[in-house]
């Protein structure tokens, strides 16, 4: 008999100790966060995912909670060169090793390699996947190539004509003191 694990109320350790198997495809509308980032554009794309527990020795200690997460998806954002919709590709590949609680996290945290988060039995699965996912997010979404063409320029020609219309405000005091020169 296999034992159906949830994602919301996951029971990490046990699932770990059956070799538990996960995997969906959800609606990127799942995830409200990230769909904020999406900012309605294409709300029909998917959130690919597969997880799975396993229980490892490292560093000489047997028992150690993991669960591998693998994640793909395709965010749609407003390209920062063009200004138009780019669809960005993510993915996650990412194992995690799991400790009695908060506190060991966060002392283990900056001798330890692996990510450490705290062992629950109701591990939610679908935040944890939305938060790689938000962390994937280029800071600077932007297309290889922009269907449009994009007009860089370093100064606008219409500000430019008019300043050159303007007089300058110190050729009055020049032709005072060339005036003054001449007497």
Not at 119 to 148: G, K, N, Y
């Amino acid at each position: 008999m296999t034992k159906e694990y949830s994602p919301n109320r996951l029971d990490v350790k046990a699932f770990a100790l059956a070799g538990g198997h996960l995997s969906h495809r959800d609606s990127l509308l799942k995830y409200e966060r990230l769909a904020q980032e999406a900012q309605g554009l294409h709300p029909d794309l998917m959130v690919d995912w597969e997880a799975h527990g396993e229980v490892r020795s490292t560093h000489g200690i047997g028992g150690q909670v993991w669960l591998c997460l693998k994640v793909r998806a395709t965010v749609p954002m407003v390209c920062q060169r063009c200004l138009t919709p780019v669809d960005v590709p993510l993915e996650v590949d990412r194992e995690f090793r799991f400790v009695a609680d908060e506190a060991t996290a966060e002392a283990l945290d900056d001798e330890s390699e692996e990510d450490l988060l705290a062992l629950s039995r109701e591990f939610d699965l679908h935040e944890l996947i939305e938060d790689e996912l938000l962390m994937a997010l280029p800071v600077v979404p932007r297309h290889d190539v922009c269907p449009t063409p994009v007009a860089l320029a370093s100064s606008d020609e219409d500000f430019e004509e008019a300043n050159a219309q303007k007089p300058n405000p110190f050729a009055a005091l020049a032709s005072l003191k060339n005036d003054k020169a001449g007497d």
